[in-house]
């Protein structure tokens, strides 16, 4: 009894500071249930990413459960619809005397936007961007990201890859993190309650 006693007093006392689970409840009506995931649309030239962005919101929707995720023949109550508005790189340093790029940013914008079947938007958020820095060559790996911290290549593994297949390499990890936290993004804003 006292350990139940003591686990209601710390949620009560957590949710009066403004403290929640995150994806415990939602902000949506109550009889939207049933939710598709449209396929994401890509007005960029990179091949897959709209597939990845689309795995990465399903992830994220089918985590806490308090919507159905649906196909988006079958019955729903809403839609997800996204865009891939642009996927581009920007220099972030350059070496001192050749002045060739060393570090890079990658920058992804996506649009997102909840609607019911009616019509009704109950979500929108027309320009979401994320921005991770990267490296251009394998020499210069940016082992102090985030994304790099992270991720599933040591520093210790660097040696036995060329330059070309380690930024390539980061790169992928890093847009796979960028894509999913874009679509924690969307979750948290569209269905989640604040925490």
């Known amino acids: ?30 009889d939207v249930k ?15 990413v709209s597939a990845r962005l689309k795995e990465a919101l399903r992830s994220r929707f089918e985590r806490y459960a308090v919507v159905d995720v649906v196909e988006s023949n079958q019955s729903r109550d809403a839609e997800l619809i996204t865009k891939i508005l642009s996927l ?3 220099t972030r340093s350059t070496s001192g005397n050749t002045d060739i790029a060393q570090e890079l940013d990658l920058i992804i914008n996506i649009s997102a936007e909840l609607r019911r079947t009616n019509g009704q938007v109950l979500y929108q958020n027309p320009f ?3 921005r991770e820095p990267i490296a251009t060559s394998g020499d210069l790996v940016v082992t102090s990201s985030s994304s790099f911290a992270q991720g599933s290549i040591a520093a210790q593994n660097l040696s036995g890859l060329n330059a070309r297949e380690i930024a390539r390499g980061q790169q992928e990890e890093i ?16 269905v989640s309650a604040e925490f």
Do not use: W
């Open 34 to 48: 049933r939710i598709a995931i449209k396929p994401v649309e890509n007005l960029t030239t990179e091949a897959g």
């Open 175 to 190: 847009l796979d993190e960028m894509l999913d936290e874009v679509a924690r993004t969307i979750y948290l804003n569209a």
């Open 128 to 130: 979401i961007q994320r």
């Open 88 to 90: 581009k790189t920007e």
């Open 1 to 30: 009894m006292k350990k139940f006693l003591k686990f209601t007093f710390l949620m009560f006392f957590l949710s009066s500071c403004g403290y929640h689970l995150q994806g415990g409840s939602s902000v949506l009506p109550p």
